[in-house]
DNA sequence: AGCCAGGTTTAAT
DNA sequence: ATTAAACATGGC
């Protein structure tokens, strides 16, 4: 199946998935030479995505490849989550509006023009990536990452070429402690995404009923599993709900990122950054997000090996 | 060499 | 109430 994606303007696509072609260890995502490709699993089956832009900045239009086609049912589906995954719905005037107004955030938005927040397909996808990047250099969290997904996650060959499938919760939900210990993971990481993996996979746990929950309510609930803070309810809300009301505050690159482009003098402490953020209203997360993005660039240049 | 890098919990002071 | 330790690994 061949489509054609017309995402609100305006939209940057190489810019926006080529944070994913940045740490080509994470092998869910792949960005290369303008492509973008990732599977999707929708019901029980695996599809592969292939996007890339057709059209401008200002004008933008993405053409799109699904293989395999989809059957009638899940055409739908599949149209609708690949908007989202790639941000193509986000809304940049009210933020750019607020953020041109700052002189010390004007350059941030005039670098990154274009730049919308990409998206898991699945909240438990954000959840466990928040997890595994808990307190880890970004480098070798996402090695950590690829392990997990290489172990436990599915194959998806098409045209001879083989894609890693994010793992599904009832396949983790199996897994053993020792056996994620053993890709480097700590203990308490491990027993985290395996309890959170249950709890999912057992209909205990449906992250996708609280994408309109308040956000409090959201973290109320699931700070209570243990290994879970709010810093990856945060960051979970950003990556994996598009709430971008959202913002880590404790994040030691934002915090730093904070300190260096908004002109601080010492690392700031996580109420500066909301305080700081605070001017951007239900934006703040985007105002986060462009910080991070900014700080990633300076900080990982050149694509990472594996 | 040693400290820091995209946290959070638990247990020992 | 504070502090230490726990997951890997490269840069400064």
Request: overall charge positive; some cysteine.
């Amino acid at each position: 199946m061949k489509f054609v994606i017309v995402p609100k303007s305006p939209f940057n696509f190489d810019l926006t998935v080529g944070i994913h072609g940045r740490f080509p260890a994470q092998c869910v995502d792949l960005y290369s030479n303008g492509v973008y490709e990732r599977v999707l699993r929708i019901g029980e089956k695996n599809h592969l995505i292939k996007a890339q832009s057709a059209g401008l900045v200002k004008k933008p239009r993405l053409s799109v490849e699904v293989l395999p086609s989809p059957g009638e049912v899940d055409k739908k589906a599949i149209k609708k989550k690949i908007r989202w995954i790639l941000g193509a719905d986000g809304d940049l005037k009210e933020f750019y509006g607020v953020g041109l107004a700052n002189n010390k955030f004007a350059p941030i938005i005039k670098k990154l023009y274009g730049l919308k927040a990409v998206h898991t397909p699945t909240i438990f996808e954000a959840l466990i990536i928040a997890i595994t990047e808990q307190q880890l250099g970004l480098p070798v969290a996402i090695r950590l990452r690829r392990r997990l997904v290489e172990r436990y996650g599915e194959i998806l060959t098409v045209r001879g070429k083989s894609y890693h499938v994010f793992p599904t919760p009832s396949v983790l939900s199996r897994a053993k402690p020792p056996d994620i210990r053993g890709m480097g993971l700590s203990t308490k990481k491990a027993e985290c995404i395996i309890d959170i993996a249950k709890r999912v996979a057992g209909g205990e746990l449906r992250l996708e009923e609280m994408r309109d929950w308040s956000l409090e309510q959201v973290s109320d609930s699931l700070t209570k599993i243990k290994g879970v803070g709010p810093w990856t309810v945060e960051y979970m809300m950003l990556r994996g709900m598009g709430r971008y009301d959202a913002v880590p505050a404790d994040d030691i690159a934002l915090r730093s990122s904070v300190t260096e482009f908004l002109g601080e003098k010492k690392r700031v402490s996580a109420a500066k950054v909301r305080e700081l953020l605070e001017p951007f209203g239900k934006y703040r997360g985007y105002a986060a997000f462009y910080l991070l993005y900014t700080y990633a660039l300076q900080k990982y240049p050149q694509k990472l090996l594996l």
